[in-house]
């Protein structure tokens, strides 16, 4: 298939390659859409094993983006980067000022944050050459690491889960597996064990499963057995596609709410979970939270908008539940159509308003 054959199929509106030969830049850029705004989304650095590969990668995560941003109710839109290469021994200041550069020449159509194998250094390294970066440092007006946005935000999707489900939201009654003490696990960990909750967690680095039992008081379990822990919410805040054919009949718990993006190893497994009465908590919707966050530094960053912003996912997951309940279908399907809607809806708005409109023009 050539690449104009992927992009019409995919929907995307532009994908743009980078390369500069002194810094050994090579990044590819997909912007998914802008209907609903400027498009935003991470950059991932990555030793990919050749192009085609990093290809697939941005064009599949900027799709995602663009319902991520348009469920999260954001007037944004979808995007992604990556940047060839290894993020362990490949960084330097002209890498990351090149870039840049780049994405400044962009005009704002995409707007670039922190992602796999990038930190918020990167971004600052980005932001002297560029004002369409987020989560930037503190001390530059930014929002820092948004991870304690996301495990936040998944909090809230997990109280909606559970009051759906148990027809309460009491964390001190339940009990967690939480998959993944990283960034997010780690967070979220805190969180559930603040609220009393019994939490079970893993990970493959054994220094961060001590920090977390030690801290929160969580209970450690081997990473083989973390799908077969009877808990009633297994939290995925690790890898994609944990939810697969081989884990899928191993579940023991009511429900499956984490941070990790594509969780499901493709939407029939989805599907199969709802088949076997687990309510699925579909990842783009419960883990807005950091893009929710990094959004508000658009406008100026303060931490309690960024908080009641982040609280909305409470809502917007309950949203899901019952449309998926009303239209009797599983409730990936229903996130995905509430965002395909919203970006139909005011797609139609604003294009009304730019042409029509005396004041927008
Ligand atoms: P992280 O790298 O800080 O944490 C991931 C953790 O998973 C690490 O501690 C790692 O050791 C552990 N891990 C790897 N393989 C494992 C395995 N087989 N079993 C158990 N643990 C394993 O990353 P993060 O920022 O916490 O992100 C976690 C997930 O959440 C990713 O899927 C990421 O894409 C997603 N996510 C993160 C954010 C954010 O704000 N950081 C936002 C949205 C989505």
Redesign the pocket.
């Known amino acids: 298939m050539s690449l104009f054959e992927t992009l019409a199929e995919s929907g995307h509106e532009q994908v743009v390659y980078f390369h500069d030969r002194d810094s050994a830049l090579r990044c590819i850029i997909a912007i998914h859409s802008t209907v609903l705004g400027p498009a935003i989304g991470g950059l991932r650095m990555w030793p990919y094993a050749n192009e085609a590969d990093a290809l697939r990668d941005v064009l599949r995560h900027s799709k995602e983006m663009t319902y991520k941003a348009a469920i999260a109710g954001l007037n944004l839109g979808g995007a992604k980067a990556v940047l060839i290469g290894n993020p362990e021994t490949d960084k330097s200041e002209a890498l990351f000022r090149g870039l840049g550069r780049f994405i400044d020449s962009l005009g704002g159509r995409y707007i670039t944050a922190e992602d796999?194998g990038t930190n918020v250094e990167d971004m600052d390294l980005i932001h002297q050459e560029t004002g369409f970066v987020v989560g930037v440092d503190q001390v530059h007006g930014g929002s820092g690491d948004?991870?304690r946005f996301?495990a936040l935000g998944t909090l809230h999707g997990i109280r909606a889960c559970m009051q759906f489900k148990f027809g309460h939201a009491d964390l001190s009654r339940a009990s967690f597996a939480v998959?993944?003490?990283?960034?997010?696990?780690y967070h979220l960990t805190r969180l559930l064990c603040e609220s009393g909750a019994k939490v079970f967690v893993?990970?493959?680095?054994e220094e961060?499963v001590e920090q977390v039992v030690d801290e929160c008081g969580a209970e450690a379990v081997p990473?083989a057995q973390i799908y077969d822990v009877e808990a009633d919410v297994f939290s995925p805040?690790?890898?994609?596609a944990v939810i697969n054919e081989d884990t899928v009949p191993r579940l023991r718990c009511a429900i499956v709410a984490g941070?990790?993006?594509h969780q499901l190893e493709s939407a029939e497994f989805g599907t199969e979970l709802e088949r076997r009465g687990i309510l699925y908590a579909p990842d783009y919707a419960i883990?807005a939270g950091?893009l929710m966050n990094s959004a508000v530094e658009l406008e100026g960053y303060d931490e309690e908008r960024a908080l009641r912003s982040v609280a909305r996912i409470h809502g917007i997951i309950s949203r899901i539940l019952t449309r998926a309940a009303a239209e009797n279908i599983p409730t990936w399907q229903a996130a995905d159509r509430l965002a395909a809607e919203r970006i139909a809806a005011i797609g139609r708005i604003r294009l009304t308003y730019t042409y029509n409109d005396p004041r927008r023009r």
């Open positions: 796999v948004p991870s996301t998959q993944g003490a990283g960034q997010v696990g893993t990970d493959i680095n961060r990473m805040c690790a890898m994609s941070g990790a993006n883990n950091g």
